[in-house]
């Protein structure tokens, strides 16, 4: 018989250290990395709606969610393409700035130069004559793609959109004088710039007022008041005959030099014509 084995078995015990807490995972840096994002889109935003216009908010809604056409001029016949062929000439466009006249109509043109409808605008009339200032302003600055008038004759006109209405103000500059010093006599350039404006114009029906100013200089004698008031009565008479209808105009003002465009005494800039399209529109013509 074997002999009996008295040893006891030998058990080995390994201890399990735990250091420390160990690593439960990052999730939660970046749950709060999307909150603080979130609340600074948040208060971003909160400064936008506190800092911008109407238009202005329009604008970027449509950023987001275009409300204008991609494609603003397309043809008005019933082929490929939206008109009789790739090659025609002759379909009158029915959209977007493709529109037959300045003045838009709900049969045949476009609303203006965006082509939108009113009821794509918020706010109201306000936001849409907002909107044709907008529009207006582009036309003159070049903003919309296509420059209304060479850079010369640009170089002449400043615009800006007040409380009032929209000022598009022509003034002198010191190589290129509007008016025959110390008369009434008009130069060429300041009848094509007048010509310019009354088509532009027509795009909205407002009220015009039209301001005459001049500067500190003497004129020998002459009265300024009288002077700054026969420059803006003849800049009046010319819109009218280029088709600015005479029932639009609310009035016409000489200044004289009491109310200058720049601080500096005797600046040139201050001879200049304001053309004002007045916000309140009138709803009998």
């Known amino acids: ?25 990052g999730a939660w840096k ?10 600074m889109a948040f208060f971003l935003l909160m400064w936008l709606m506190n800092a911008t216009t109407e238009a202005q908010r329009k604008g970027l809604a449509d950023y987001f969610s275009p409300t204008i056409p991609v494609y603003k001029t397309s043809g008005g016949g019933d082929g490929a393409f939206g008109g009789e062929n790739t090659l025609s ?15 838009a109509s709900d049969s045949d043109k476009a609303d203006g130069d965006t082509g939108v409808t009113p009821s794509d605008i918020s706010g109201g009339e306000e ?35 007040t409380d009032e209405g929209l000022i598009i103000e022509i003034f002198d500059l010191s190589s290129s004088p509007l008016f025959v010093a110390n008369t009434k006599e008009p130069r060429d350039k300041l009848l094509l710039l007048l ?14 007022a039209i301001l005459g100013h001049t500067d500190e200089i003497m004129l020998n004698g002459g009265d300024k008041f009288i002077l700054s ?44 014509i304001e053309i004002i399209l007045l916000r309140s529109v009138s709803t009998d013509r």
């Not at 970046?30 to 609340?39: G, L, Q």
């Not at 000439?89 to 003045?103: C, P």
């Not at 010509?195 to 015009?208: E, K, T």
Request: hydrophobic fraction near 40%.
């Open 1 to 25: 018989m074997a002999a009996k084995n008295d040893k006891a078995p030998i058990i080995i015990k390994r201890k399990k250290v735990i250091k420390g807490g160990g690593h439960h995972g």
């Open 30 to 39: 970046i749950a709060y990395a999307d909150f603080v994002t979130a609340m």
């Open 89 to 103: 000439q002759e379909i009158m466009t029915q959209n977007g700035t493709g529109a037959a006249d300045m003045r």
């Open 127 to 161: 936001g849409i004559l907002e909107l044709k200032f907008t529009d207006i302003e582009n036309m003159f600055r070049g903003d919309s793609g296509e420059s209304t008038v060479a850079d010369d004759m640009l170089k002449h006109i400043n615009t800006r959109i």
């Open 195 to 208: 010509d310019m404006i009354a088509g532009v114009i027509g795009i909205v029906s407002n009220d015009v």
């Open 229 to 272: 008031s026969e420059r803006a009565h003849l800049s009046r008479q010319r819109l009218v005959s280029a088709g600015v209808s005479d029932a639009r105009i609310a009035r016409v003002t000489g200044y004289a030099d009491r109310s200058p465009s720049q601080p500096l005494a005797g600046v040139i800039r201050n001879r200049r």
